[in-house]
């Protein structure tokens, strides 16, 4: 019944530190029901709501009860200029970055790296406005990419050095162009939403690329029009574009 009566209505997914938002108490997850007594519908009419709203403005929400919310972004050390798969030599070598899968700035596919979150909810704020990106973000293209592990059993590498007191746990993103790029952290936990949402895009990804072939071979094999096959496919799927 609660699925029901929610239907499409939209839930936050980003909310800035220290906004209206933030310090009224909204979060991420929240299911948004209406905007000063009007009723929401879907995320798009909610959006044009809250830009027209008169403020103050009254947000009314619904809280799912036991909610476990993973993030796809975080503050890592990261790695990408070098040709190494494996971790760097000394821990000072790594930088500091904010990574974000996908998300509100980007497409799907693109992983962010900001010098901190603040930047993040800069970028975040102006592309809602329509206005050109000004802080400084490194872009990287997942599509076609490949994680590199030592073992077999799917968990993170990690890398031991003298000057830390536990382990530093990281993974390498091998992508179609450039260098390796290397993430990492102190902690399975703090790597594990950032290296799922690379995981599931790469995953996907190398499932749609092996069905576009399964296609094309389709085609070959049965005298089909593939460049109609293809292009169908394109409009679809903007990873071959």
């Known amino acids: 019944k609660v699925i029901t009566a929610l ?15 933030h310090n009224s108490g909204i979060g991420l997850g929240n299911i948004i029901l209406s905007v000063n007594g009007q009723n929401t519908v879907d995320p798009e009419t909610c959006a044009q709501m809250i830009r027209n709203a008169p403020r103050p403005m009254n947000l009314r929400c619904y809280v799912p009860p036991m909610m476990n919310l993973t993030l796809d972004e975080g503050t890592h050390s990261v790695k990408y200029d070098t040709k ?37 909810d800069i970028a975040v704020k102006e592309a809602h406005a329509g206005h050109k990106i000004s802080v400084k973000v490194k872009q990287f293209d997942l599509r076609g990419a490949r994680i590199i592990l030592k073992g077999r059993d799917g968990k993170p590498n990690w890398v031991d050095y003298p000057s830390e007191r536990k382990p530093w746990y990281y993974i390498t993103i091998l992508p179609r162009k450039g260098y390796p790029i290397k993430i990492s952290s102190e902690s399975l936990d703090e790597l594990e939403p950032v290296y799922s949402a690379v995981r599931r895009f790469v995953r996907k990804d190398m499932e749609a690329r092996q069905q576009y072939q399964m296609g094309r071979s389709s085609n070959n094999n049965y005298g089909g029009r593939r460049g109609s096959g293809m292009n169908v496919y394109d409009q679809r799927n903007d990873y071959y574009r």
């Open 84 to 120: 190494d798969l494996e971790a760097p030599g000394s821990s000072v070598e790594w930088k500091r970055k904010y990574v974000v899968v996908g998300g509100i700035v980007t497409k799907p596919w693109m992983m962010n790296m900001f010098y901190r979150k603040k930047d993040y």
């Open 7 to 21: 239907d499409s209505r939209p839930v936050v997914a980003y909310v800035a530190e220290q906004s209206a938002a």
